[in-house]
């Protein structure tokens, strides 16, 4: 009996001892797969999974309620960079000057009276994420697309409801 009860607790720590997989195989594992555009034109429902592509636009969001916003700093070049890929950010920050709106939205902030961020379409190392918002009354959407650089996901483009983009209103 004593036998038995010896064998099976060390069976339990065994299994409690397995390592699991490192965070960087994950990763790799994740940019592995090839892009696929038909991936991303399919829109997820409201109830599929999140991921890691929209906590990202649910944390750009939850940044620009509080007085970190990326859009809006011009002491924190870090912080634009840890939402944006490196060519966005560079374009966000050399623009601070010339743009006086919020990009976000583009939009006035008195406008916006709520907005949610649907899961994301993900297709190897691209993602698209669309943010609903209301603005007067009416519903309007923005398209957002990810790239995943180093096993991270960072905003390349914004499309907004005009069909004007992030990186036109900068250029201008």
Not at 6 to 13: D, P, R, S, Y
Not at 87 to 103: C, H, P, Q, S, Y
Not at 131 to 151: D, M, P, R, V, Y
Request: net charge positive.
């Amino acid at each position: 009996m004593k036998t038995i009860l010896f064998l099976v607790a060390v069976f339990l720590i065994l299994i409690g001892c397995q390592s699991k997989p490192k965070q960087q195989d994950v990763a790799s594992e994740a940019t592995t797969v090839p892009d696929s555009a038909s991936s991303l034109a399919k829109r997820p429902g409201p109830d599929a999974p999140r991921s890691a592509a929209d906590r990202l636009v649910r944390a750009l969001y939850f940044e620009h309620q509080k007085t970190d916003n990326p859009f809006r700093t011009t002491t924190d070049r870090a912080l634009v960079e840890q939402f944006f890929t490196k060519e966005t950010a560079a374009r966000i920050w050399n623009g601070k000057t010339v743009v006086k709106k919020d990009l976000l939205f583009n939009a006035p902030d008195n406008k916006i009276k709520k907005a949610w961020v649907e899961p994301a379409a993900v297709g190897g190392s691209r993602a698209v994420v669309y943010t609903t918002f209301e603005e007067n009354g009416s519903k309007k959407e923005i398209k957002l697309e990810l790239n995943q650089l180093a096993g991270r996901w960072r905003i390349s483009e914004i499309t907004y409801p005009d069909g004007s983009t992030l990186t036109e209103l900068l250029s201008k």
